[in-house]
């Protein structure tokens, strides 16, 4: 980052950044255990995830995520031959299904097709799992000279088992979250970067796609972008640099979107 340089976070933001979003994980439905029995499935590390984006608009609640993961589970659908063999879930508290019943929003006049997929969700299911949505309606606007942005995800290579006594185990996914520099609030595509002083712990972000990108005060936040894809720089760099490529996605342009879903 810019040397000497300080990059303010939002208290309320920053005691808890993925209170906005959840990972969205793709697993089979069942597999048989070592007899041929079927048994409920655990997440697999052959299936990707992504992140799923909770915001609230016109009294109603809402689920945002990036298209090419609702491709990637509409594919193991395609490949198993069954349209049951896969679900879609969240991994808070427990598993809850997400229904594909995402649509893909058209983009504004001119611009190249979203990677963005959007769906109606229950009034309570984000409260269900602990997570609050990002009211569009309440959002402080951004100003156009922003200089970073905060971006918030669940990295799929974070994923890992923890022994729970003689039942098993459970599946933990912690979130990871990106703070990287960016020149003025963005109207198009975008990308945040961050040259860094060392290589940074975690260097595989794939995952993220779907989540929140916020901008930030010491007092107040917002959303402004979608994550579509994150990583670290290349061996130019030696990799002491991360990167953030978002779809733009201010709360008009995702009230926009809204308004294409089916009433």
């Not at 959840?22 to 439905?29: G, Q, R």
């Not at 229904?99 to 893909?104: K, S």
Request: aromatic share 10%; glycine share 8%.
């Amino acid at each position: 980052m810019t040397e000497n340089k300080k990059f303010p976070i939002c208290d309320s933001l920053s005691v808890n950044p993925a209170k906005h979003c959840a990972a969205l994980v793709v697993t089979e439905n069942a597999v048989k255990d070592q007899n041929g029995w079927p048994q409920f499935a655990q997440p697999s590390d052959e299936l990707r995830n992504g992140t799923l984006t909770y915001v609230k608009a016109f009294g109603k609640v809402y689920g945002i995520t990036c298209w090419h993961v609702i491709e990637h589970f509409r594919k193991q659908l395609s490949k198993s031959g069954n349209q049951y063999s896969h679900s879609m879930r969240t991994m808070v508290n427990g598993f809850y299904d997400v229904q594909d019943r995402f649509i893909r929003p058209q983009p504004q006049l001119g611009d190249q097709q979203l990677d963005i997929a959007i769906r109606k969700l229950g009034p309570d299911f984000a409260a269900t799992i602990g997570k609050i949505p990002l009211d569009l309606d309440a959002q402080t606007p951004a100003t156009l000279d922003i200089e970073h942005g905060y971006a918030v995800g669940f990295p799929e290579t974070m994923k890992h088992k923890m022994t729970e006594d003689h039942k098993g185990y459970r599946i933990s996914m912690p979130q990871a979250e990106i703070l990287a520099e960016i020149k003025g609030l963005p109207t198009r595509r975008f990308a945040l970067h961050s040259e860094l002083e060392s290589k940074p712990s975690q260097t595989d972000y794939s995952g993220m796609s779907g989540g929140p990108i916020f901008w930030s005060t010491e007092d107040s936040y917002g959303i402004f972008g979608i994550i579509y894809e994150a990583g670290v720089g290349s061996e130019l760099s030696e990799g002491k640099s991360v990167y953030v490529f978002g779809e733009v996605a201010t709360p008009d342009l995702i009230k926009g979107w809204l308004c294409q879903l089916p009433a």
